[in-house]
């Protein structure tokens, strides 16, 4: 089989580019908790001029809610996708969020952490409108949360997988960053611009598709056979990198 080839890094940024920008393992590195990330000195500041450089038309689209990412961001506010495109917010403040069903919740969150009692290091994160397991800090239980959550979509209907790094949620089907990246680039001032989408783990596949459909491109953070990006950088500090480039 022969190798993939390698991918250039992106191109300078354009006056005309929209940026899309995932959160963990792009600006910011993983932690054994999300809760427990830690942000870059000066890194609200950087997205503030780049946001002001491209006249509004910087977004943050990541798997966590809202109120997280304006909580890890605070004082900043900008135009983001949460749960993977299931919460929107345009450059105006108003937010589209999908409706959810608290029942399959309730009883969903129950047998996770059922579950998660008897897999010690296994952390369940409610996310208000969708679920986490994740295990990066019991890595041998993978195969059983994997097993788990293929095991829950019998009962419930309407409800997808999002498998990602050392996590696989349980989300509503319908939504994903690529179609948060369509329905922003509708608005000003995105519309019109030419997307770049950064992100890092198999939930920004859909975004880094968006982005080309739209006559733009995705960055691959790290390596990964098979990605559609058709650009890469190696890590999150070459991305503050390639942004702080881009104030300049």
Known sequence: MSEEPRRPPPPALAD????FLDVDGTLVAFADHPERVMLADGLPDLLARLSQRLGGALALVSGRPLVQV????????LPAAGLHGAQLRTI???VIEAKT??????????RAMHFAHA???V?????GAALALHWRKAPAAAAAVAAFAHAQLPLLPGVRLQPGNHVV????????KGTAVAALMREAPFAGRRPCFIGDDLTDEDGFTAAARLGGYGVLVGTRAGS???????DVAAVHGWLRAGTR
């Not at 304006?70 to 506010?77: I, K, M, N, Q, S």
């Not at 069903?101 to 129950?110: K, R």
């Open 16 to 19: 005309n580019d929209a940026l």
């Open 70 to 77: 304006d909580r890890l961001f605070a004082p900043l506010r």
């Open 92 to 94: 105006g403040g108003d």
């Open 101 to 110: 069903t608290a029942p399959w919740l309730h009883e969903l969150h129950l």
């Open 119 to 121: 897999h010690p290091g």
């Open 123 to 127: 952390l369940v994160e409610a996310k």
């Open 169 to 176: 949620e349980l989300v509503a089907a319908g939504h994903d």
């Open 228 to 234: 559609h990006a058709r650009h890469a950088l190696p």
